[in-house]
């Protein structure tokens, strides 16, 4: 939700011109409401009607409601203005809301004015105000001055500002509409003629342009959204912090108002500040208050000393010369501005973006819903752990490997068990996987071998692209598209799966997520192995860091060695040249965290 204020002094247009903003805005379609401050006790309701007598009564809320429309009213008690934060909470999500006074909020605003009135400008000291609506061509102002009634020209500033609109100089985007995107065309991993061989960084690039994203959109309470990916981007409904504040216990008072190089000694106002409770008063010139960690600062204290560089005698503080201007406080926005885009759409939430989106107003967000992933092996060969003494048998390995990686990486896993090396065993399991998730993973049957039916049948459909990366460990990856569903077919191998969902499925199920094009860091170290390499194909060695931060590999490179992959805390990269490493010589290590394992 985007918000903009309209201020001004008495007379001075404003009503009139939100009236008009909110007809202009509303023709252009987007959707608007309003905020609008009000003074004491007006009324919604007449006397003698029920609601009023159920408010006389007593009620502490009343909502009145019919077809047409509801009113809710709260009785505030006691007497009290609403935080501006609080009432955005109450509001439906629209695009925009325009609020109607609210001068100290440190929202972003248009200040309407007329010259008649003969009141100063507000925006002349106050720089929340972008800009002027006025009748009358004021003067020596740095923000833009529009005339009060070219209603258009307001209404291109505020959707342009809040990003509603491109501005004539920013490319900002409208927000997507709430409706779920196109499925992904059956040809979208096609690779261009005549390509054998494709190194993994081509491999990645096409993978990139080829992949959008295919989840919807829903509402989640922040405290609900943590690994969910933004939908859109976050604007802050309220400045962080709201007002000026102190960061420290101690005495403030007016910097301006000292005499001399000190030492001070200040009389103290009777009274204290602190967090919660602000001082309502206003502290003389030459006068100081104590003041507590995180309360408002009073009006009249710009700067506060630290209680433990005070003396307190006879209702008066004492303190050495030097004290900056400003000291000790903390500035209103000085971490987020109201309006300020705080976090960008395609974001994963974490538990430290849980607490800026608190910090900055937002009760609730929108997110993408959580992309479905199916993982499904097949073999013959392939058995439930502990299910078969057989030694013809293998445990299904990777299944328990891949779900929680997909679930990593902050998907929905779904299990689609394991479909034998029949023809019409692993259609219906594609069938039933096209059904229950956005995107599948299998392992095994996706070379060109006689029981590697995954790869027959996608071929079958016209969608199947097999490509044949260059990298170690890793034989062709079988990509396709199943009744709307892109496929990534990894090898059987558990460690060349392993390696190929964390290269290629991780930042492939990113992109059909709505988040962006993920790129594991990598850290130069020592390796504490030697190791010759031929040119043409990327390798990934499992590796762990010792006691003295190189990288050890592991024992085997075979591929069925699964032992090897528990063992490891990372890969070593090495890149597709030719390589002849001696123990020191530098490698490129990317811990398992850096692939969301
Ligand atoms: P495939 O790619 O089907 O030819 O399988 C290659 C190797 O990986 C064979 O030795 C399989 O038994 C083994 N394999 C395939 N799928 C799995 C699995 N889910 N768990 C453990 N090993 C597997
Ligand atoms: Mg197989």
């Not at 529009?146 to 020209?153: E, N, V």
């Not at 109201?338 to 608190?358: M, W, Y």
């Not at 079958?460 to 990366?469: L, N």
Request: hydrophobic fraction near 40%; glycine fraction near 12%.
């Amino acid at each position: 939700m985007r918000i903009y204020g309209i201020t001004g002094w008495k007379n001075s247009g404003k009503t009139g011109l939100v009236e008009r903003l909110v007809a202009e805005i509303r023709g252009r379609g987007f959707s608007v409401s309003t905020v609008k401050h009000a003074h004491h006790s007006f009324d919604v309701d007449h006397e003698g009607t029920d609601s009023y007598r159920h408010r006389a009564a007593g009620a502490r809320e009343v909502m009145l409601a019919s077809s047409r429309r509801w009113a809710l009213m709260h009785e505030s008690d006691p007497p009290e203005d609403p935080a501006l934060a609080d009432l955005l909470a109450r509001l439906s999500p629209v695009d925009l809301v325009l609020i109607e006074g609210y001068k100290r909020d440190t929202h972003p605003k248009i200040e309407a004015h007329r010259g008649e009135t003969g009141k100063p400008l507000i925006a002349r000291e106050d720089e929340t105000i972008r800009a002027v609506a006025s009748d009358s061509a004021p003067e020596g102002l740095s923000c833009p001055v529009f005339d009060l009634d070219d209603t258009s020209a307001i209404a291109d500033f505020i959707l342009a500002e809040t990003g509603l609109q491109p501005g004539v100089d920013e490319g900002a985007a409208r927000p997507l509409p709430e409706i779920s995107p196109p499925p992904l065309r059956d040809d979208c991993f096609a690779l261009p003629a005549g390509v054998e061989w494709i190194p993994v960084d081509k491999a990645l690039a096409a993978l990139r342009e080829a992949l959008g994203p295919v989840t919807g959109e829903e509402t989640l309470a922040v405290e609900e959204a943590e690994g969910r990916i933004l939908a859109q981007d976050v604007q802050a409904l309220r400045a962080n912090p709201p007002h000026a504040n102190s960061a420290v216990d101690g005495y403030g008072f007016a910097h301006g108002a000292l005499k001399g190089e000190g030492p001070h000694v200040l009389p103290l106002a009777e009274g204290r500040a602190a967090a919660g409770a602000p001082y309502r008063g206003v502290v003389a010139p030459g006068q100081a208050i104590r003041i507590l960690t995180g309360a408002l600062l009073p009006e009249g204290v710009d700067t506060v000393v630290l209680e433990e560089d005070t003396t307190l005698e006879a209702g008066h503080v004492a303190f050495r010369g030097g004290v900056r201007a400003g000291a000790n406080t903390r500035a209103a926005g000085e971490d987020v501005k109201a309006g300020e885009t705080a976090l960008r759409a395609g974001h994963r939430l974490r538990a430290p973006d849980l607490a800026l989106l608190a910090g900055i107003g937002l009760p609730e967000v929108r997110v993408r819903r959580r992309l479905r992933v199916g993982i499904l092996s097949t073999g013959d060969e392939l058995a439930e752990p502990g299910s078969t003494p057989d030694p013809a048998r293998t445990y299904d390995a990777n299944r328990p490997m891949l779900m929680e990686m997909a679930r990593g990486w902050g998907h929905e896993a779904v299990d689609l068990g394991h479909a034998a090396d029949r023809r019409e065993a692993v259609a219906a399991a594609l069938d039933e996987a096209a059904q229950r998730a956005d995107a599948i993973i299998t392992s095994g049957g996706a070379s060109a071998g006689d029981e590697d039916h995954l790869s027959r049948l996608l071929r079958e459909t016209g969608s199947m692209r097999q490509w044949r990366v260059a990298i170690k460990p890793g034989r062709p990856l079988a990509l396709g598209v199943w009744k709307g569903a892109p496929i990534f077919g990894l090898p059987g191998n558990p460690v060349a799966a392993f390696v190929c969902a964390a290269i290629f499925a991780r930042p492939a199920l990113s992109l059909l997520a709505g988040g962006g094009w993920t790129e594991p860091r990598g850290f130069t170290v020592p390796a504490a192995f030697a190791k010759k390499k031929k040119p043409g194909r990327r390798e990934y060695l499992r590796a762990r860091l010792d006691a003295d931060g190189a990288a050890e590999v592991f024992r085997s490179e075979g591929s069925g060695r699964i032992s090897g992959l528990s063992w490891a805390t990372g890969l070593v990269e090495i890149e597709d040249g030719a390589r002849d490493i001696r123990p020191g010589d530098p490698v490129r290590f990317i811990p398992y965290c850096e692939l969301g394992i």
